[in-house]
């Protein structure tokens, strides 16, 4: 770290901010101002994160500083095997006494433990901080609490209009383009039994210098974590961000809508964008992104329904799950609103289990650091919504494991959306299904030694089991409800004995994997 007279403003730059046109950097001054970046261990630790999404983190941030330093301008970067320091405070605080610039400048952190504590940090040290808005959003938090005012529920269906509307994407003036807001019924199919045909493989970015020094410090400092580096081949740059987008759009977005819940055996990418890492990071703008879906279908290459599947992930789910996190935090993150109290099983942490469809799941995450929407809603987030994991272990483990996970996107999806956790604050009924569902959406249940049909006894399918468990030990809460109870009208044809067995079943399950999951 370099020391000099006159700083005006330091820009701490966190390492899911890395936008060349993020709005701490408008002003700069190469002359007066300098930008402050750290990589800290707590960062990696607080939750037990994963080789990939350590490695994504580390090796994108160093080329976003490179790219500053090309352009001439001070970098004060704290690299990880270069320094002491257990936590970003204490680096900050450090270097904030040495450095002593006017004031320090940052863009609202997009977690909220760091929006708390970095600011604290800077007051303690007896400077101003300035806050700036993310411009890398549709909409701002405080457009979102507007919207949510007064409403009763928040639903993603309804803020998704808003939106649309607000924006003007895929409309016709007040009407949505081609007279419909949503294709679901046109999209979401399984590919067959002749499976997938012809899938592109995604455009790949092996590592250069810089990420080849990092796979290496990640391996050496984290070698005990879960993960497969000899196959990291993310996009770390804006530039090839960019290039990844084009590469959707071109060969796997006509195809995306009609099988973007389908599932099939080693066969990880599919026809999925693999674009929320590079998101979330801020190296590609959502309106790129939409801009280029929305161009594709103008142009005849994707059919509506495709686009407007996408298009309702990017500027619907996005930016509604962060405008709930940002309006119910700290408190959204305690949510428990169904007790569940079980420990996570330990095969979530290396995928050692006798159900293909968690094992193809958890051995692809664990050894990528991503899978795909229903691979996280319906198999892992499913499976623990039934066996009533508690909903803040689930939470940690998704922090941890995918390459993608912030907080703010993170969090409400787990919490809110797949563990119903918030008691229906996000989505109107729990995400639980029985492998029946798994066996229409895949082909995970071919060779599996559960029958995906049978509920009780030793080859009754663990999802089958839990989900008939999970409608009996609710029952009295979502009997009546009006989206809910025709699911659990189900269990009307259930005789006692059946219950009896089912229940014995799901014990059996949860005292198997107890002891594991505490070992």
């Not at 007064?150 to 509307?165: A, D, N, P, S, V």
């Not at 790129?288 to 298009?311: C, K, N, S």
């Not at 996570?344 to 050894?367: E, I, K, N, S």
Request: overall charge neutral.
């Amino acid at each position: 770290m370099s020391v000099r007279p006159g700083l005006r403003h330091l820009v701490v730059v966190l390492g899911d901010q890395l936008d060349p046109d993020s709005a701490a950097l408008h002003d700069f001054d190469p002359d007066r101002d300098a930008v402050w970046m750290a990589e800290v261990a707590h960062e990696a630790s607080h939750v037990w994160s994963t080789q990939p999404r350590i490695a994504l983190f580390l090796a994108a941030m160093r080329h976003f500083r490179d790219a500053l330093r090309a352009r001439g301008w001070r970098v004060e970067y704290r690299a990880l095997d270069r320094h002491d320091f257990a936590t970003l405070e204490e680096a900050l605080a450090h270097d904030l006494a040495a450095l002593r610039p006017d004031k320090v400048v940052a863009v609202r952190p997009g977690e909220w433990r760091l929006a708390q504590s970095l600011p604290r940090v800077v007051a303690e040290a007896g400077l101003g901080w300035s806050e700036r808005p993310d411009l890398h959003f549709f909409c701002d938090p405080a457009d979102f609490a507007d919207w949510a005012r007064g409403r009763r529920e928040l639903r993603m269906e309804h803020f998704y209009r808003w939106i649309r509307r607000r924006e003007q994407v895929l409309m016709d003036g007040a009407q949505p383009v081609a007279g419909r807001w949503n294709f679901d019924a046109d999209n979401r199919r399984s590919f067959g039994k002749g499976g997938p045909q012809k899938v592109p493989a995604p455009a790949a970015f092996p590592p250069d210098a810089v990420t080849g020094e990092v796979i290496a410090l990640v391996r050496a400092r984290f070698g005990d974590r879960p993960g497969d580096l000899s196959r990291f081949d993310w996009p770390l740059t804006p530039a090839q961000a960019r290039q990844a987008l084009d590469d959707f759009v071109a060969l796997r977005l006509p195809h995306f809508g009609r099988y973007q819940d389908a599932m099939w055996t080693d066969q990880p990418w599919l026809f999925h964008a693999l674009l929320s890492a590079a998101m979330n990071l801020k190296l590609l703008s959502p309106r790129v992104v939409v801009e280029a879906a929305v161009r594709a279908w103008r142009d005849g290459h994707a059919p509506i329904e495709a686009v407007e599947g996408f298009v309702r992930q990017v500027i619907g789910w996005r930016e509604f799950v962060r405008g709930v996190y940002w309006l119910r935090m700290p408190a959204f993150a305690q949510d428990n609103a169904l007790d569940a109290q079980q420990p996570l099983p330990a095969f979530y942490w290396d995928g050692r289990t006798h159900m293909v469809c968690m094992r193809q799941t958890l051995q692809q995450t664990l050894q990528l650091g991503y899978a795909h929407h229903i691979q996280r809603l319906m198999v892992t987030g499913a499976f623990a919504l039934m066996l009533g994991v508690a909903p803040a272990q689930i939470h940690a483990w998704y922090l941890a494991v995918y390459v993608d996970a912030v907080e703010w996107v993170e969090l409400p999806n787990t919490l809110g959306m797949s563990q119903f956790a918030d008691g229906g604050r996000m989505v109107s009924k729990p995400y639980a299904a029985s492998g029946r569902y798994i066996q229409r959406m895949s082909n995970y249940c071919q060779g599996c030694r559960y029958d995906p049909g049978a509920a009780s006894g030793e080859d009754a399918c663990p999802f089958t089991t839990l989900y008939w468990d999970f409608l009996l030990r609710h029952a009295r809460r979502f009997a009546d409800h009006p989206r809910a109870a025709l699911q659990w009208r189900s269990l009307e044809r259930l005789d006692e004995e059946q219950r009896a067995a089912i229940a014995a079943r799901a014990a059996q399950l949860r005292a198997l994997l107890t002891p594991l999951a505490d070992a």
